[in-house]
């Protein structure tokens, strides 16, 4: 099922599963990982492509061994906006994907993520190239999911899905009753 937006992400996840991210190339797949909180995205894996069903099979493990509920995959627009061909090499990714694995969706903007990753690692972290081409497809993957969990968690009421305490030993006022 793809999702329209983060809060449609969030209702269709179960409490404490975990959202993976997704930066899909033609030669690697780069995987991030949430906290359970979803509050903090990690690079995970660097998945070299080979053959798809052997792609989703590691994803479907990584699914499994993490309590993952959802995916965010990157979604990446032409620098104007439109849909190119990378985009339709992503819908066929996903409708294949979800012959295998039945999790919700959600396809977030990537546009120049590669690129924002690739000027930290060099500039922030100094970064040897070969280094860079090791880390920057998971790291990549950890950028487009960190900017789905920001813009999840500016939309969501932090006490929206609290669970009361069964007792309530104080009053309206915070005294101990």
Request: net charge negative; with cysteine; aromatic share 6%.
């Amino acid at each position: 099922m793809i999702c329209n937006d983060t809060q449609e992400l969030l209702r269709c996840l179960t409490p404490a599963a975990r959202v993976l991210g997704l930066d899909l190339g033609t030669k690697t797949i780069g995987v991030a990982l949430s906290d359970v909180g979803l509050q903090i995205a990690s690079p995970y894996e660097l998945i070299s492509r080979k053959k798809f069903t052997r792609d989703v099979a590691q994803l479907s493990s990584i699914v499994t061994k993490q309590n993952v509920g959802g995916i965010v995959i990157g979604f990446p627009r032409e620098l104007d906006g439109t849909i190119g061909k990378a985009c339709h090499r992503v819908y066929a990714f996903i409708d294949e994907m979800e012959k295998y694995i039945d999790l919700p969706v959600l396809m977030w903007d990537e546009r120049l993520s590669t690129n924002a990753v690739e000027r930290i690692l060099i500039q922030e972290v100094d970064m040897t190239r070969k280094r860079r081409a090791e880390v920057v497809d998971k790291t990549a993957a950890a950028y487009i999911l960190q900017g789905a969990l920001d813009n999840l968690n500016r939309h969501t009421d932090p006490g929206e899905n609290a669970v009361p305490d069964e007792e309530d030993d104080f009053d309206d006022e915070g005294n101990e009753a």
